[in-house]
């Protein structure tokens, strides 16, 4: 059974980075077959999904256009886990934040617990 | 990559089935089988309920069945039950390369 375990700071000033790593237990980072991906849910209630790594004999990263330039996600192959940095970050960036495991072709089936992530000064 | 579309709330009587919908274009939900539908309640994790448009991973009720017309994939409750209460996203592959999820739509058991 896959579980993903999230860390990382609540609270994150105007204009600093938000960072968050979430660590795997019953599967691989570096997985033929997985794929790694930050979603947040803002305060008005929708899913965005952010980006994701996954390796196919190399590693590759995509990222969703509302982000792109402002967004790193990392595998960390030593600690079996990934991570999501998030440049610049304003108050509209506060939302709760997910990782998840899983390809868009077989689902996202795996979810970290959650971290409420408060952009304010 | 702009959102699918979804209805913001749907309601049903316990018994009937209901039906939600998720609009997207030939770019996405149009172009990939590649459509899978979450269920959420309040401060619980999103749950994956159906996958490749139309599959069921296990242990998730025979209620939930999905399909895909065009543009447009829909996401069908059958034998409405109190518990199924809650959101429910659906999210698809773009011919971008990313994912990109529907606006959520409430689920409303009356």
């Known amino acids: 059974q896959v579980q993903l375990q999230q860390a990382g700071p609540g609270l994150v000033e105007p204009s600093q980075t938000l960072s968050l790593t979430c660590a795997i237990s019953?599967?691989?980072?570096?997985?033929?077959?997985?794929?790694w991906n930050w979603i947040r849910q803002s305060p008005s209630g929708g899913l965005e999904w952010l980006g994701r790594t996954y390796y196919r004999s190399k590693w590759f990263y995509e990222y969703a256009l509302s982000v792109k330039s402002r967004i790193t996600i990392n595998p960390d192959t030593s600690r079996n886990q990934f991570s999501l940095q998030l440049n610049s970050v304003t108050p509209e960036d506060t939302a709760l934040y997910y990782c998840?495991?899983?390809?868009?072709?077989?689902?996202?089936?795996?979810w970290g617990q959650g971290t409420l992530v408060t952009v304010s000064s | 990559q702009s959102a699918l579309t979804q209805p913001a709330s749907v309601s049903g009587s316990p018994g009937q089935s209901i039906t939600i919908s998720c609009t997207g274009s030939s770019s996405d939900v149009g172009a990939y089988n590649y459509v899978s539908w979450y269920q959420r309640h309040p401060g619980r994790a999103p749950k994956l309920m159906i996958y490749g448009v139309s599959n069921r991973p296990s242990g998730v009720s025979d209620r939930f069945s999905g399909s895909k017309s065009g543009n447009t994939a829909s996401l069908t409750i059958s034998g409405l039950q109190a518990e199924d209460e809650a959101d429910y996203y659906c999210?698809?592959?773009?011919?971008?390369?990313?994912?990109?999820f529907g606006t959520g739509t409430k689920v409303t058991v009356l």
């Open positions: 999210i698809s592959y773009t011919s971008s390369n990313t994912l990109v």
């Open positions: 019953g599967d691989s980072v570096s997985s033929n077959s997985g794929a």
């Open positions: 998840a495991g899983g390809t868009a072709a077989a689902g996202i089936r795996y």
